[in-house]
């Protein structure tokens, strides 16, 4: 009898995915809970793994588009678990020779053969195919697991290591420019992956279906900076993590659309929905595309609950885990394009939310104080938010509220 891998519901909102990869071969037998294949949809990637044991059969081929319920694999249960094969004995020289204190050696430890076996398919053939030492790689996956991304990422590290030595420092670059490179390799043609043609939809429907103004303020982190130098190292250790800007954003956001509840509200047809619940979606960059996992009921979290949130997400999102509850039920969102350098910018809302913050590189300038020039930290704000719940004056206030807030954190801790 064999049993159908089906494409399991990831949602409501996902019809289809892409075949990233397989992570067994044709013909393989597996064993019940063996991960099969990682899908890439337009919201997360997702690993399936196997309900029962048996001989694999593949029904479909990496890069395909498969839609939720399509047959991608047939398992043959009635297949026996295959025996290994039993080896010659090792003759007197090969057997190892016991040593009472281990032996330094320079040369790198290879991988043992337990190791390999615990090794996905996609994996091992990567290591194998490139020479890698799989141990000398630290694995992101579940349990410290090594996933294909790692590999991929140490052959990069060791191809762009090669290219720089290889390469005498006082050699010109060469030209990439007219008849250099041969027609087939001046442009690369590839299909959007489900989370960029998500976020193409998305975007363009924001701009059509939305009034989008954005407003401007600048903000003294004078008072955060010190506040968190002097308590750091206190907060590291009582609840072991790093107290960061994002908390006092977080926070400082709650304070706003408590005061200005229309930031807080969306458009459902002919009706105005007033929500009453502060979960704060924070956008995360990953290699596939842009995330917003959303921090939970923000207006009783502490910063260290916040922080740890942030952190767990930031770990699901560099591994690919991130769930489609993770996704879901955001209010409002904070955009930090400041890590990336950004100066100025004007974000675009995530539907169906009405608005979004958007924070800057933090940069030191010139600011006048009570008649004198004084040097100050200062970060550009921008609030992008749909003009036809928002006006105006309700931009500017949450803007000053917020801005309050962050150049006195005093008034996070006293409501005020």
């Known amino acids: 009898m064999s049993t159908e891998v089906k494409v399991p519901s990831l949602g409501e909102s996902i019809t289809s995915g892409i075949l990233v990869s397989w992570l067994v071969k044709d013909g393989d037998f597996v064993h019940k809970g063996d991960l099969l294949y990682e899908l890439e949809t337009d919201k997360i990637t997702s690993e399936a793994p196997a309900e029962v044991s048996g001989v694999i059969s593949l029904k479909a081929n990496i890069d ?8 991608v694999a047939l398992i043959d249960e009635t ?4 025996t290994p094969v039993d080896a010659p004995p090792a003759s007197s020289e090969e057997l190892p020779v016991q040593q009472e204190t281990p032996v330094a050696t320079e040369e790198p430890v290879k991988a043992s053969s337990s190791m390999s076996m615990q090794l996905s398919p996609a994996v091992r053939k990567l290591v194998t195919e490139n020479g890698i030492d799989p141990t000398i790689i630290v694995g992101t996956g579940k349990g410290g697991r090594l996933i294909k991304a790692d590999v991929e990422a140490a052959i990069e590290k060791d191809s762009a290591t090669e290219r720089e030595s290889s390469s005498p420092i006082s050699s010109p670059p060469k030209s990439t420019t007219g008849t250099h490179l041969p027609p087939d390799s001046r442009t690369t043609r590839k299909k959007l992956s489900p989370i960029r043609r998500k976020i193409a939809q998305r975007l363009v429907a924001a701009q059509q279906q939305s009034a989008l103004l954005t407003t401007f303020n600048e903000v003294d982190l004078s008072r955060i900076i010190a506040l968190r130098k002097k308590h750091q190292e206190a ?31 969306q458009i459902d047809g002919d009706e105005l929905i007033l929500n009453h619940y502060y979960d704060i979606g924070v956008a995360v960059g990953t290699d596939r595309g842009l995330v917003v996992p959303v921090l939970r009921d923000c207006e009783q979290a502490g910063f260290e609950e916040i922080e740890q949130q942030i952190v767990a997400y930031a770990q699901k999102a560099r591994d690919g885990k991130i769930g489609i509850d993770d996704l879901q039920g955001g209010v ?13 910018s004007t974000p675009i809302v995530n539907p169906p939310q009405s608005g979004i913050l958007g924070m800057h590189a933090i940069q030191e300038r010139p600011i006048a104080r009570n008649g004198e020039v004084l040097i100050r930290p200062m970060m550009y704000l921008a609030l992008t938010y749909d003009h036809r719940i928002i006006d105006g004056k309700g931009a500017v206030t949450f803007l000053k509220v917020l801005k309050e807030q962050i150049e006195d954190p005093s008034r996070m801790l006293l409501g005020v």
Do not use: C, R, W
């Open 64 to 71: 395909d588009e498969v839609e939720i319920g399509q047959i």
């Open 79 to 82: 297949a026996k678990v295959p």
């Open 235 to 265: 907060f590291i250790e009582k609840h072991g993590i790093k107290l960061g800007f994002m908390s006092f954003f977080v926070k400082a956001s709650v304070h706003a659309l408590q005061a200005v509840p229309e930031v807080n509200a």
């Open 332 to 344: 409002f969102t904070i955009s930090n394009g400041g890590i990336y350098g950004s100066m100025l």
